[in-house]
């Protein structure tokens, strides 16, 4: 006995509805494979850790992707697909900073940041 499936017009046999259904799962079910960024923000200076800098995962388009704020020891973590971004760190009392980058395996990074000087002062 033979089974055909009728899918909107379209006549398929068993086999043709596997071999259908099996690419269908192919294109949708893998999902893009996300990456692991962990890094830590540290004084240029004095190379001790910075706690609490705003760390934006940015886009080509300069989309947001996602932000991370790192604790006390300066150390964050952001998961994103694999892609080319742009990082961007703030922290009070240093100049922000951004660094290009692609990320195409887990990353490990570590952003020097510098202190704001007052002014007269070097």
Do not use: N
């Not at 033979?2 to 079910?29: E, H, K, N, T, Y």
């Not at 934006?56 to 006390?72: H, N």
């Amino acid at each position: 006995m033979r089974a055909v499936i009728l899918l909107r017009g379209l006549q398929m046999s068993s086999w043709q509805c596997v071999v259908a259904i099996a690419a269908l799962l192919a294109a949708f079910a893998s999902p893009l494979h996300s990456q692991t960024i962990r890094g830590q923000v540290v004084d240029s200076t004095t190379s001790e850790p910075i706690g609490g800098p705003e760390v934006v995962l940015l886009d080509v388009q300069r989309d947001t992707v996602a932000v991370a704020k790192s604790g006390f020891e300066g150390k964050f973590v952001i998961t994103a697909p694999a892609g080319s971004y742009t990082l961007r760190v703030r922290c009070l009392g240093h100049r922000p900073k951004e660094i290009s980058l692609e990320l195409a395996a887990d990353t490990a990074v570590t952003i020097r940041l510098a202190p704001l000087t007052a002014p007269g002062r070097s």
